[in-house]
């Protein structure tokens, strides 16, 4: 087994944050368009919790608009 020197570690250690800078840089626009999408499905839960609401008052008036239309309105 051969002695590796502290200069011979260093330039490896260098080699390596070279490495890991480059592939962050790499990632950062992945990183940064799961976090868009990740507030994107934020704003489609929030979007649909206000929406079922509406969609049963909507459906309740329809509701009520087809009996008037059959049975009231002879």
């Known amino acids: 087994m051969s002695e ?6 260093y330039e490896r250690l ?10 962050d840089n790499n990632t950062k626009g992945l990183v940064e368009a799961i976090d868009a999408a990740q507030g994107a499905i934020k704003v489609l839960g929030w979007v649909a919790s ?3 609401p ?14 008037w239309q059959t049975w009231l309105k002879k």
């Not at 590796?4 to 570690?9: C, T």
């Not at 260098?14 to 592939?23: H, Y």
């Open 4 to 9: 590796v020197s502290h200069e011979q570690i």
């Open 14 to 23: 260098i080699a390596v944050e070279s490495k890991v800078d480059r592939i």
């Open 50 to 52: 206000i929406a079922q």
């Open 54 to 67: 509406i969609l049963w008052i909507g459906g309740v008036i329809v509701a009520a608009g087809a009996i």
